[in-house]
Each structure stands twice: as structure tokens, then as C-alpha cells.
């Protein structure tokens, strides 16, 4: 069994730190994030002493990923809960928090429908807090459940797809520990090819403009041993050119009901320029991340970040002198086009990956049809 709240004994772990987990010191419960703007300079905890510091943590990005978003957001409810203020009125701003994630709606409805039922039960608020921190508990023990299964079925997929072995993976974005209860979604899949030997290397694109591939994929896999090497974002396209990527593997901020995916802005190129090179381009993500209620790409609401994320530098560390507390790159008053994701068509994407297995090809009946299968389990 995966114990998300304990990763000691692994020598090869993303960080010393779990990404995010729950404490009650005599001072009352806290929700204790590892401050992700801070890496990979220094592991630094925040602490959350109510939703509204967790609702900021998620805008600023210090808790992010998909997965760890629905983590967060049952938490988030929960501590409300513990704390006696209004449930419903903080799974409101928590789910508002950033738009695109699925998993953190999601997170936050199975915390406070079990507040709620536990509610009309008795109407004993204590119970129904400790009903809401149980659903968040269970999210985050089945996120690193889903983890190890995904990495299993992504790695059997890409020996299907690469009989060779020798794996040359290219990622972006931030898909391991980090994002995750376990070892996370893509990133988990490289692991575990690294772990079997099969990855001769994995490429990380620096994912511009907030640098989770640079600041935190490196991190990741600096610390578990694989060969990497960073790039540019704008480097893929000659990457492919020398032939020296064999597949994509993404992570998911929401997959729609037609398989349209949305993932950090630059994930769509990397599908084109994949299908171009006849080179796999695989979506690994939890069940908790396909939406069926949203029926295509069109219908997703992309967040748009501040544009001093583009027209700065970002360094945490950096003198304080733009409006974002960057280094100006561009003239002041630059207007700036900053998407937090992109939507990649189903007809881009070889295989969807879950824990319930792969779906290739990707269409709404065998996305429709491994959701029902994972509601029945
Ligand atoms: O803006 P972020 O850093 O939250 O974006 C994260 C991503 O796009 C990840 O690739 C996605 O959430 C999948 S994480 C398993």
C-alpha cells in the first residue's frame, strides 16, 4: 500500500518533503503545502491556517498540477470545516481558485458532499468536519494508488509502442511528485522506465513562462537518478528533426468527453510536432481528470495569467522591479498573450493512460467506457 504521507524509505524521491499534507498541532488543524514558487532553490513549507491562504497558495501556484489540486481542494474544505467556518462558502472560492483543473472541482465536491451528508445525518458539525478530512484522506491515498497503477500500464504501453527499449522520453510541464499523493502521472511512467532500465533519457522542456519543467522536473529528476537534459521550449521542433525523440509522455489538466486535452501551454505543438516526426504523443492522468460533462476542447475555460509572467523574468530570488517582482524583459507596458494551457485534439493523441488502463484510440465510447468500468470498480 502507498502511504502518501510518508515517502521515507524510497532513496529516490522527488524531495524530502511531501507536496502537501494534513497536521494538527495543539493550535488547531493546518494544511502544510511545500511552497512549489520556491523550488528548487529551497525546500520551504507554507502553512495553511484557513482555506482562504490555501485559495492564494493554488492562484500563486505554490501548490499546482492537476492532481494535487483535488488533493488541495478536499483539504481546503476540510480545514474549513475543522476550523467552524462555512464549508460551502469555501469550497466556493476554492473551486474558483484557477478554472482549467478538473481534479480540483472534483476534490473539493467529495469533501463537502461528505460534510454535507454527514450534515443531514445528525447535524453534528464536528462529525461532518471529520467526515470531510476522511474523503479528503481517501482522495489522496487513492491519488497515489491511481500513480503506481498509471506508471505501470504507461510503461507497458511504451515497451508496446518502443519494442526496442532504450527510451528517449520528452516531457513538459511538471507531472511527478510534486503534483501527486505518489510519483505522479507522466513523470511516474518515466520512472518506472528508468527503474527498469528501459529509459536512456529523459528530455524536460523548461515550459515557459513559470519554468515547471526547468525549476521542478529537473529537480525531480535530478533527485531520482535518471539521465535528462533541459530545453528550451522552442528547441523540441530541431529535437525531433535529429531523430532523437521516441515519445511524449504529458500529464492533464482536464480531458473532455471527446478526448480533447488541455495541458500547459505548449503541449498542443509538442502533439503536432509528434504527429509530423510519427513519433507517440501518450496523456497520462487519473479518471478523476476526464470530464464527461464538458464535451469538447472548444467548451474548456483556459485560464489567462498575468502578463508580467511573460514580461518578466521569473527568479524568486530576483531583485524586486517590475510589477511582478521580476526583471523586466520587455518594455514596460508590454501587453503580453499568457494562456496557462493549451487544448490538443483527440485525433493528436496515440493513448490516453490511466488507472484503469490505456485508451487507444482515443475516442468518447472508450473514454465513456473505461469511466464506467472505473465506477464499478
Ligand atoms: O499551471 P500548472 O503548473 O498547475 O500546470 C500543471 C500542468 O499543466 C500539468 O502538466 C498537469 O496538471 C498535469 S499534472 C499531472
Known sequence: ???????????????????????EPPEGPVVVLLDQTRLPAEEVELVCTDASVLVEAI?????????LLGIAGAYGVALAAARGFDAEDAATALAGARPTAVNLSVGVTRALEAHRASLGRDGDTRRAAQAALAAARRLHQEDAEASARMAGHGLALLDELLPGG?????????????????????FAVALAAHRAGRLRRLWVDETRPLLQGARLTAYEAARSGMAYTLLTDNAAGSLFAAGEVDAVLIGADRITADGSVANKIGSYP???????????????????????????????EVEQRPGYEVTEAVAPQAPVTGAGGGIPVAPLGTQAYNPAFDVTPPELVTAVVTEEGAVSPVTAGALAELCARSRRV
Open 1 to 23: 500500500m502507498v502511504d502518501p504521507n510518508t515517502r521515507s524509505g524510497e532513496d529516490d524521491r522527488a524531495t524530502g518533503t511531501p507536496a502537501i499534507r494534513w497536521e
Open 59 to 67: 492562484r500563486s501556484l505554490a501548490v499546482r498540477g492537476a492532481p
Open 270 to 300: 509538442l502533439a503536432v510536432l509528434a504527429r509530423y516526426h510519427h513519433v507517440p504523443f501518450v496523456v497520462v492522468a487519473p479518471v478523476t481528470t476526464i470530464d464527461l460533462e464538458t464535451p469538447d476542447g472548444a467548451s474548456i
Open 166 to 186: 532504450g527510451h528517449r522520453i520528452l516531457t513538459h510541464c511538471n507531472t511527478g511528485s510534486l503534483v501527486s499523493g505518489g510519483e505522479g502521472t507522466a
